[in-house]
């Protein structure tokens, strides 16, 4: 099993930037596809993007491609989400999770069996 701990989250104004975490403990991380989804108030959790093992291809939700940006130091066992020009629609619990399963089909928070508990993102107008 891999324990997943994100950081990062808070409030911000549209048009500014975080930078999530997501800390790695127990099985190698290397091992798995790790992905960034979030949750708003009323809404199911959606995909927000993915990364490969090694780090070397992520997907992206076609809404956020060129806002977000997705990495991984599997050596620092953690992964981050580069979040800019953010919009009040932005706001949501983010999740990191983990999955063993091939990374073209890890799109779908069915594929991830390993959770974190999640971090709140507020962007304010």
């Known amino acids: 099993q891999v324990q997943l701990v994100e950081s990062g989250g808070g409030l911000v104004q549209a048009g500014g930037s975080l930078r999530l975490s997501c800390a790695a403990s127990?099985?190698?991380?290397?091992?798995?596809?790790i992905a960034w989804f979030r949750q708003a108030p009323g809404k199911e959790r959606e995909f927000v993007s993915a990364?490969?093992?090694?780090?070397?291809?992520?997907n992206y939700a076609d809404s956020l491609k060129g806002r977000f940006t997705i990495s991984r130091d599997n050596a620092k066992n953690t992964m981050f989400l580069q979040m800019n020009s953010l919009k009040p629609e932005d706001t949501a619990v983010y999740f990191c999770?983990?999955?063993?399963?091939?990374?073209?089909?890890?799109?779908?928070?069915?594929?991830?069996?390993?959770w974190g508990q999640g971090t709140q993102v507020t962007v304010s107008s």
């Open positions: 127990g099985r190698t991380f290397s091992n798995y596809v």
């Open positions: 990364i490969s093992r090694s780090g070397g291809i992520a």
């Open positions: 999770a983990a999955t063993t399963t091939d990374f073209n089909s890890a799109l779908s928070a069915r594929s991830y069996s390993y």
